[in-house]
């Protein structure tokens, strides 16, 4: 996953770098990177990290919502403030409010949790396509799992039945096995709950085996990355997203164009999550200049904060859940790795 953590760093530093350029608070911001590589045990070493420099007030990420969870035990005891622009587990959020959550409520987040785009993608599978039978297979993980689950439900809800279900975990290097599985149920369809390496895996063996059925995932398998693993087999694959890309709104212009004036490596194009690092920058701060660089002080003025930002107004639920969170349809498209909204 180290592109899109990359992309995310990089959105990071930029807002960092202009909110010092101008002048916003009365002392400099600097930005301090750390690698939890994807792993939920190493996110909780990085944590440890982490807490232990008293000159770090507030923490961007984790990406994985496996790594969140695990890193934010940690935050919770400082307390340090975590938003998130890209960990979707319905649980990482409720978890801070059950009686056994040992610390403060630090964690936030600006993407919809997977109950929404679980049930969205499934819904659309029912009643857009008129799908009757889906195939349903997840990577075991906390965001695989929990997506794939809701999506299960709804679909079954909604009157369609799930007619094989699988693993293809994370690191799975030929997924043809688990594919066979699945094609014994003679789905019309096949939902993937994980990210883009096992989702792009995954179309590869689609195409050879000829298995016709279509092919549906969350936003941890829509990245241009996608094709890098699959190639031209992702083209036409659904892909759900929280909001709409970063394109669709008017007040995008600015950072789109000072992200790539900033960062013009062949690499360094604009991520899907990009922007809402950006954005949680600037939710950063914009309570440093109320708060100042206080751990506690920073976590009581997010809760209550409103951002206006690229997407519009933002604000934060008693569970440190993004308010009026929607889910937007894309498809992959292979000729020139982008994603277009289904309308």
């Known amino acids: ?12 530093i930029l807002a960092v770098e202009q909110a010092n350029a101008r002048g916003r608070l009365p002392f400099r911001v600097q930005v301090a990177a750390f690698d939890d590589r994807a792993d939920p ?40 403030v975590m938003i998130s622009p890209a960990s979707t587990s319905t649980d990482l959020t409720r978890a801070q409010l059950r009686p056994g ?63 094989a279900e699988a693993i293809v975990p994370v690191g799975t290097r030929d997924p043809r096995a688990a594919l066979k599985r699945l094609r014994a149920g003679r789905p ?30 969350g936003d941890g398998a829509r990245t241009p990355a ?3 693993v699959a190639g031209s087999a992702a083209d036409g694959a659904y892909l759900s997203m929280g909001g709409l890309p970063v394109e669709s709104f008017s007040a995008s212009g600015p950072f789109l164009a000072d992200y790539r004036a900033r960062w013009t490596g ?7 999550f990009d922007h809402l690092g950006y954005e949680a ?23 209550g904060s409103r951002h206006e930002g690229i997407s519009g107004a933002i604000a ?17 498209r292979a000729k020139d790795r982008s994603f277009p909204v289904v309308r």
């Open 281 to 303: 920058a600037h939710i950063v701060i914009e309570a440093l200049a109320r708060a100042g660089p206080d751990r506690a002080g920073l976590v009581a003025a997010i809760q």
């Open 188 to 217: 019309e369809g096949l939902f993937f709950g994980g990210r883009y390496p096992e989702a792009g895996l995954i179309l590869r063996a689609m195409r050879q085996e000829r298995y016709p059925a279509v092919f549906c995932s």
């Open 266 to 272: 062949k690499s360094e194009g604009v991520r899907p």
């Open 226 to 228: 996608l094709f890098d």
């Open 41 to 80: 045990v190493e996110a909780y070493n990085v944590a440890h990290l982490i807490v232990d420099d008293p000159r770090i007030v507030a923490v961007i990420g984790h990406y994985d919502s496996d790594c969140s969870a695990s890193a934010a035990q940690v935050y919770a005891q400082t307390p340090l």
């Open 1 to 12: 996953m180290a592109s899109e953590g990359q992309g995310l760093r990089r959105a990071v």
């Open 316 to 332: 934060f639920d008693e569970k440190g859940d993004i308010r009026d969170a929607n889910v937007t349809m894309t498809r992959a």
């Open 101 to 163: 959550w040992r610390g403060a409520r630090v964690i936030f987040r600006l993407v919809p949790t997977d109950d929404v785009q679980g049930a969205f993608a499934a819904r659309f599978m029912r009643s857009r396509l008129g799908k009757r039978r889906m195939a349903v297979a997840h990577d075991g993980t906390l965001y695989g799992r929990g997506l794939a689950d809701i999506f299960r439900k709804t679909f079954v809800s909604l009157g369609g039945k799930v007619a």
